[in-house]
């Protein structure tokens, strides 16, 4: 069964930075559109960022275009999420989802998305 885990998440204090990571299990995910969703509590799921398999394209949700980036490292089949200036309404548990059937990266709802990660808790504090 093919996975995706997340890690990097944590504490930090408002204007901060993180470095999410995203460590697919298989090869093959080199080949899939991989985006970052977050969920905040009694929220639903949210797109943040996606990017398509070869890095070249990408599109993020306004609300962190400018201070997030996403990235991948198809050799070490990972993708990665920068975050900086994080502020408290960043706070949320981060997803890392794949999807192996499209090559289109500004899909943000999650259905498209056929594989996920457990989730990183980003919390940021005032």
């Known amino acids: 069964q093919a996975q995706l885990v997340e890690s990097g998440g944590g504490l930090v204090q408002a204007g901060g930075s993180l470095r999410l990571s995203c460590v697919a299990s298989?090869?093959?995910?080199?080949?899939?559109?991989m985006a970052w969703f977050r969920q905040a509590p009694g929220k639903e799921r949210e797109f943040v960022a996606g990017?398509?398999?070869?890095?070249?394209?990408?599109y993020y949700a306004d609300s962190v275009k400018g201070r997030f980036t996403i990235s991948r490292d198809n050799a070490a089949n990972t993708v990665f999420l920068q975050m900086n200036n994080l502020k408290p309404e960043d706070t949320a548990v981060y997803y890392c989802a794949a999807d192996s059937k499209s090559s289109v990266v500004h899909r943000t709802t999650t259905r498209p998305y056929d594989y996920w990660g457990q989730g990183t808790q980003v919390t940021v504090s005032s």
């Open positions: 990017i398509s398999w070869g890095g070249v394209s990408k």
């Open positions: 298989e090869r093959t995910f080199s080949s899939y559109v």
